[in-house]
């Protein structure tokens, strides 16, 4: 059973530069999370989806930062100018119904890093 | 204050040792504890789950949830070395987003 998957595992790009993020959630799972993670702040909740609906952008840091999930099965995050600060771990996770308080699946993260 | 506080350690502690981790919290409306497990360049995976007050056991961990103390544990009995890893706290309440610990470094040594 193949758990939430996410590419690329690491990003190293130059400051300025687009950057996209990509997911892709358990097969029936209804919500999807994009968390930021760094030694500082932890885990942080970017955004979430229910149903392919954004329900709660409100930790999405600024405008450089945007999230799609065009349909049940992918979705991106997407920084664009990047800047050195954004370097950090971003994680997406999913859950199988609508609650934010459910257990979450997370995937193993893409590793970026901004120069 | 964050809502959440814990400490960052790292704790070290021998093969065998009982490891207690714990996390501080400061909204008394939170219903939903849990444990996470995430071990170097992986995704965090849920360890134990509670809802409200009181024990859970499930083999060698036990979760706690004290909620008049706003404290919540988490024990490892016997340690072994697989268990070295980062542990979070995670806590919510109603249909609010979930609300993450910095994460506990644990290691385990033979």
């Known amino acids: 059973d193949a758990g939430v998957i996410q590419s690329p595992r690491h990003e190293v790009t130059e400051m300025g530069q687009e950057v996209t993020l990509r997911c892709k959630p358990i097969?029936?799972?209804?919500?999807l999370f994009w968390y930021r993670q760094t030694m500082m702040r932890g885990l942080e909740l970017l955004i979430y989806?229910?149903?392919?609906?954004?329900?709660?952008d409100s930790g999405m840091p600024e405008d450089r930062f945007s999230a799609k999930m065009p349909n049940a099965s992918f979705s991106t995050l997407k920084i664009q100018p990047s800047e050195p600060r954004d370097s950090a771990v971003y994680f997406c996770?999913?859950?199988?119904?609508?609650?934010?308080?459910?257990?979450?699946?997370f995937g193993d993260g893409t590793r970026l890093s901004i120069l | 204050q964050k809502e959440v506080e814990q400490d960052p350690g790292p704790l070290s502690v021998p093969e065998g040792a009982i490891v207690s981790l714990n996390c501080t919290y400061s909204?008394?409306?939170?219903?939903?504890f849990m444990w996470y497990r995430q071990y170097s360049r992986k995704g965090p995976e849920l360890l134990m789950y509670?809802?409200?007050?009181g024990n859970k056991e499930d083999g060698r961990f036990t979760a706690q949830v004290d909620k008049s103390s706003k404290y919540i544990s988490l024990f490892i009995r016997d340690s072994q070395p697989s268990d070295s890893a980062t542990y979070l706290c995670?806590?919510?309440?109603?249909?609010?987003?979930?609300?993450f610990g910095t994460g506990t470094r644990l290691q385990v040594f033979p």
């Open positions: 909204n008394s409306a939170f219903q939903y």
């Open positions: 995670a806590m919510g309440a109603g249909t609010d987003k979930l609300i």
């Open positions: 097969s029936g799972h209804n919500s």
């Open positions: 996770a999913s859950t199988p119904g609508t609650g934010v308080n459910q257990p979450q699946h």
């Open positions: 989806f229910n149903n392919n609906v954004p329900i709660d």
């Open positions: 509670t809802y409200s007050s």
